[in-house]
């Protein structure tokens, strides 16, 4: 141990109590925010994996067919006009007529993974004790499971009794509730003046209760004859292997094919900037231990360059330099923030290992029965960062003021 670490050393345990409440505030600043932000950071993934298996990456819906505006250029009558094309002057053609060749478009798109075509509608659902709107989904089950998480959300029943029964339906878990239904059930399906009997396959539950509420999955060629829609799709729900590209690919697709492409990251912006100002105020509030740790290693350090001021006068007159003196006052700071770093880390991931054990039901926006975390090591290594910052920063100016000692001021008293 250098001779600069062993009197700094001597120097805080000359001070515990000071030193204890500027180390505990370390360690609850650190171990908060790993907390919290493993639990926001791992709601705002499971959400945007709950989205990801229900709609997709990527919806491409209705062609698109552009307007034209004009407006006069130069002055004086001229009569010369340029054409302005505008994104917002699209004029959108609902629907998709030849899902196919566009099917085959979409495969030359490197980052696309999946393409489930889907032909919707309005319909009313008749039990045998109630009966209420739905809406139909037509899917091909194969080609729909490789863009949704459909096969992991079936909580009642079997998803091959669906695939092997033409007859069969899938129904949210809230309409099954609202209308008494159960696996095997058998309902009425009217689509306008068309009434057809299916049979309950499996009840799904994704936890977006809109979801849950309002879709009925029918196979696509089934849903086609009960609509009465011999061809076209209403939208193409794609999955991709890189999510985060997903914008880039929404907007190069619909220059290329000319048909709406909207991307998870669009369509859910409210709700991302919900968890991310969620992230942000939690990050602020817990720091608030950090800064305190700040405040309270100073004040410790001030009070100990009052205290030490005759000790600092000898070790001047020994030989120490005043960046000696200014290294053992950091030392101290280093000293309580490596160990509060530890103690935070061990807080850290004790809590977080007990919340993600703690049940809760959370139904609305995704399906939980207990806290969602994520486990990273950014967190660990932000928190450190803040707490390096905010209490070395706060040591300078008692280390400085120091190792601005004279013994000749100490002996006179004008020592400031």
């Not at 600043?29 to 709950?50: S, Y």
């Not at 495969?107 to 659902?125: H, M, P």
């Not at 949704?148 to 092997?164: E, N």
């Amino acid at each position: 141990m250098s001779p600069n670490l062993r009197i700094a050393f001597r120097f805080l345990t000359a001070n515990k109590r000071a030193m204890l409440m500027s180390l505990s505030c370390i360690v609850l600043g650190i171990g908060l925010f790993i907390v919290t932000q493993a639990t926001t950071t791992g709601f705002e993934r499971f959400f945007i994996e709950t989205i990801l298996g229900t709609d997709g990456a990527i919806k491409v819906e209705d062609r698109i067919q552009d307007t034209i505006r004009t407006m006069e250029a130069g002055g004086g009558g001229s009569g010369s006009v340029f054409k302005v094309q505008q994104k917002d002057g699209y004029k959108y053609v609902e629907g998709i007529d030849e899902p196919k060749i566009l099917i085959d478009g979409l495969r030359e798109f490197q980052n696309v993974s999946g393409i489930s075509e889907v032909l919707t509608g309005s319909a009313v659902l008749r039990s045998s004790f109630s009966s209420d709107t739905v809406k139909i989904f037509g899917i091909v089950l194969a080609n729909h499971l490789t863009v949704s998480k459909l096969g992991a959300q079936v909580i009642r029943g079997k998803l091959d009794d669906f695939r092997d029964t033409p007859s069969g339906v899938l129904v949210g878990a809230v309409t099954a509730d609202r209308l008494q239904l159960a696996v095997g059930d058998s309902f009425e399906l009217q689509a306008g003046s068309e009434t057809r009997r299916y049979r309950v396959s499996g009840i799904y539950e994704t936890g977006v209760n809109d979801i849950d509420k309002l879709r009925v999955y029918l196979h696509l060629t089934e849903a086609r004859s009960l609509l009465k829609k011999a061809y076209g799709a209403s939208f193409l729900q794609l999955n991709v292997y890189d999510k985060n590209r997903a914008p880039a690919d929404a907007d190069h697709i619909e220059s290329v094919l000319r048909y709406r492409a909207t991307d998870w990251q669009y369509r859910e912006k409210t709700w991302l900037e919900v968890f991310r100002a969620l992230k942000f105020s939690s990050g602020i509030t817990v720091s608030v231990f950090t800064l305190i740790a700040g405040l309270a290693m100073f004040n410790t350090l001030a009070m100990i360059v009052m205290e030490k001021t005759k000790e600092i006068a000898i070790l001047r007159s020994m030989g120490y330099t005043r960046r000696d003196i200014s290294r053992i006052f950091i030392w101290q700071a280093v000293i309580v923030l490596a160990v509060g770093t530890v103690l935070g880390w061990a807080l850290g991931a004790g809590v977080t290992y007990a919340v993600e054990h703690t049940q809760i039901r959370i139904r609305g926006i995704f399906s939980t029965d207990h806290f969602i975390v994520d486990k990273s090591i950014w967190h660990y290594v932000t928190a450190t960062f803040m707490a390096v910052l905010m209490v070395l920063t706060a040591s300078i100016v008692p280390a400085r003021r120091a190792a601005r000692l004279e013994p000749g001021d100490v002996i006179r008293g004008t020592a400031q």
